[in-house]
């Protein structure tokens, strides 16, 4: 018995060693972002406007081998699009004004950084590199006449970020971060185009 206490006293005191060795930080984030789509039909992607929503996601930063690191990542980010339409008279085909319809998607994202800090007398300075799968949890736009997005597909892209963690001299480490996201894969696509999402972001967090 005493040999069998001595025994998990010694693989809990290992694993505890190991994983905070492991374990670099993990902290939160929120951000403001400004998306758009790209679409293979000429004159739909000439009437495309950025569309503004936000995000939030929690991050862990593992293993470190000379400043660099890997940082898996969860996020629930809006993207979308802005439509401009064409308005006419009941009467008339002829253009009366125009007006911007919303398409709303909103993402369950998961990015995998290989991070690269460089540090120097303000603090830090980081890259990330990530390929990026998102999921796609519900879709939604403004027309008069609302479309289905039941034909819809996750996605996978990549991203890439610049990032500061100043030297604050507080009890965790704020950061900023600017990120691009695009996408590899279509969004939707049928016989007559095909779409995909981009998005800037950019965002304030804390890492514990």
């Known amino acids: ?20 060795q492991t374990i670099n930080n993990y902290g939160i984030k ?6 758009n789509q790209v679409y293979t039909n000429k004159d739909i992607n000439e009437s495309t406007k950025r569309k503004s929503g936000f995000s939030f996601s929690a991050f862990i930063d593992l293993f470190n081998f000379y400043g660099i690191s890997i940082s898996p990542e969860i996020k629930y980010i809006q993207k979308g699009v802005g439509l401009e339409m064409v308005l006419t008279g009941p009467d008339s085909p002829e253009p ?10 909103n993402y369950l994202s998961i990015p995998i950084s290989l991070v690269y800090k460089i540090s120097s007398g303000f603090g830090q300075t980081f890259i990330k590199v990530a390929p990026r799968y ?3 949890l519900n879709s939604h736009d403004d ?9 819809y597909k996750n996605s996978f892209g990549g991203t890439i970020s610049l990032g500061l963690i100043p030297k ?19 969004v939707f696509e049928n016989q007559y185009m095909s779409i995909k999402n981009n998005a800037f972001e950019i965002s304030l967090g804390i890492m514990i």
Do not use: C
């Open 168 to 186: 604050l001299n507080i009890g965790f480490n704020a950061f900023i971060e600017t990120s691009y996201h695009f996408d590899f894969t279509d």
């Open 143 to 151: 027309f008069i006449v609302h479309s289905s997005y039941k034909d």
């Open 30 to 35: 929120v951000g403001y972002v400004n998306s």
């Open 96 to 105: 009366i004004g125009k007006r911007i319809d919303y398409v709303y998607h």
């Open 1 to 20: 018995m005493k040999r069998l206490i001595i025994f998990f006293s010694i693989l809990f005191l290992t694993t505890s060693i190991m994983v905070s």
């Open 134 to 136: 998102d999921i796609l």
